[in-house]
């Protein structure tokens, strides 16, 4: 059986000519679309797969290629007399470029940065295909224009596209529970004690020194009140008069304007 004739890049032009004219007919218009989508959804592939990157589902980029080919298909004009592809690889191109700069990013990067992060990476990937190696920074400086110390720029930005969950482990050889949540400190939940002690320190000082024991042996050591008592050889009651009248001429001297203003975030 014979081969069939392979399509003529004329003949190919004349069947592209007449989509587009059916594209603008009301009748035919959906049928037209359909087929221009079908015909051209190779580059819109190819084109995503130039932009795939390690994290990024080439699925989802596909979908945004396939997008920009049909506002392509949309927006054509045959009249001007150039090539559909050459209409078509700029605007599925912006298409991609929208995508990462609008919903790509995990961390805002401006947009400059961002195009500068995509043609370095484009320029690796070439490079390192035609040298057989990692290129230097010099050398990818080179390819995109751009100097040594922007391209590292640009590389340390690309850090941002991508966010780790702070419950993924550390190394792949971690033990379970090594995440990076681990390596968070945390509020220290006495600090609040030490800058009141520091405020306070002059006023309880001031204190008698009973009543320095009792507030002591009370909040430092957390004994009740019958232990302190005991410790001290008075009553219970006697303790609570005690530790009521040191509190009270503590909270008189936090509640006084220069010491208010110490605790003023402005003054930290």
């Known amino acids: 059986m014979p081969d069939a004739p392979a399509t003529t890049p004329s003949l190919r032009s004349a069947e592209e000519a007449e989509l587009f004219l059916r594209l603008h007919r009301k009748g035919s218009a959906p049928t037209a679309r359909r087929e221009l989508v079908e015909r051209f959804l190779p580059l819109a592939r190819q084109l995503a797969r130039r932009y795939q990157r390690g994290t990024e589902p080439l699925d989802d980029l596909i979908q945004v290629a396939s997008i920009g080919l049909v506002k392509a298909i949309d927006r054509f ?20 470029k929208r995508y990462f700069r609008d919903s790509g990013w995990a961390v805002h990067v401006p947009r400059g940065m961002q195009e500068r ?36 720029e640009a590389m340390e930005a690309g850090f941002a596209y991508d966010a780790i969950s702070l419950e993924a482990s550390r190394s792949s050889d971690s033990e379970e529970g090594d995440s990076y949540a681990e390596l968070l400190g945390e509020e220290d939940g006495r600090y609040d004690l030490v800058e009141y002690q520091a405020t306070i ?15 002591h042996l009370r909040f430092s050591e957390d004994l009740t009140q019958s232990a302190i008592a005991e410790r001290i050889g ?26 208010a203003s110490a605790h003023s975030p402005g003054r930290r």
Do not use: K, W
């Open 77 to 96: 004009d045959p009249d001007r007399g150039t090539a559909f592809s050459s209409y078509a690889v700029p605007t599925i191109t912006g298409e991609l």
């Open 117 to 152: 992060v995509m043609g370095v990476n484009a320029a690796v990937t070439r490079l390192s295909r035609s040298l057989g190696r990692s290129p230097s920074a010099e050398e990818i400086g080179e390819a995109v224009g751009a100097s040594a110390a922007e391209v590292l």
């Open 201 to 215: 320190a002059a006023e309880l000082r001031a204190l008698p020194s009973r009543d320095r024991l009792v507030i």
């Open 234 to 259: 008075v009553s219970q009651m006697h303790v609570s008069r005690l530790i009521r009248r040191a509190v009270g001429q503590l909270q008189r001297a936090d509640d006084r304007p220069e010491t």
